[in-house]
């Protein structure tokens, strides 16, 4: 049977982070995706320009509106933007016994610029993350939820072990670390698992962290354990960076290539 997924993040109208990028890698690996919005944003390959919260009761009637009618497998979360988006999430996690709740705690730019305030950090901590299989913040996004001005690349591992002691598995990606290596690494009951893979080196990496928590629920969602799920996550992603460059989308960090295993190397996208 195909798995139904649901994303509840944000909307990027430029299709490579998101919603967007979650639906299309529900899509690729062979789930049905559905979506609850918490915010419309105006952005493109260069920056986000506007932001539109969805209020969180709405947000409430969306998730209602789903859980009352689809078998979902599994949920993964991105941008929750206020404690009221966050508790709505949380009810409903604890009212429909969600299964495989993937958190992906969208608080940090790229720039390095905190996207939500410290109430609502203390929400996901406190009420989500008890609730979640797993979190997967990157560095910056750790820090945060720790409490902590910084977190180091080499103090990833205990970042980890700490995060995971809130109650979810905690999968602390390095992406935003130095190096020729993307080291994440992952703290569950079984204790410590890096995973490394070489960097690869494009400007196309809009949507990764997107990319990776879905493929992640993706694989909770085919009833695979989490390691496994985390692993096969870590490769589609790598591969769909590979395959970046194949796209020309924007002027600014163009996507990832979320379905390099169906289209043809050539730029039009022609199914192989």
Known sequence: MT????????????????IQADLKTFSALGAYGGAVLTALTAQNTRGV????????????????A????????????????????VEAVADAARR?????????PVMVATSG???????????????????AAVVTPNLPETAALLGVGAVAPGEAAAAAVELHAKGPAALVKGGHA?????????????????????????????????TLSSAIAVGLGHG????????DA????????LAADQLHIGTGHGPVHHFHAWWTPASEGTPA
């Open 3 to 18: 798995p139904t997924i649901i994303t509840v993040a944000g909307s990027d109208p430029s299709g490579g982070a998101g």
């Open 234 to 241: 870590k490769t589609y992603l790598t591969d769909a960076l």
């Open 96 to 104: 429909y016994g969600v299964r495989n709740l993937v958190v992906d």
């Open 178 to 210: 130095g190096g020729p290596d993307a080291v994440d690494v992952l703290a569950d009951d079984d204790g410590m698992l890096e995973l490394r893979v070489p960097r690869v080196p494009t400007a196309n990496t809009h949507g990764t962290g997107c």
């Open 224 to 231: 695979r354990p989490l390691r496994e799920a985390v692993r």
């Open 66 to 85: 789903l859980f009352e009618d689809l078998d979902i497998r599994a949920v993964k979360t991105g941008m929750l933007g206020s404690p009221d988006v």
């Open 113 to 131: 610029d905190r996207l939500v305030d410290d109430a609502t950090v203390e929400a996901i901590r406190d009420r989500l993350l008890p609730l």
């Open 49 to 64: 320009t506007g932001v539109m919260p969805i209020p969180g009761a709405f947000v409430a009637d969306q998730l209602s």
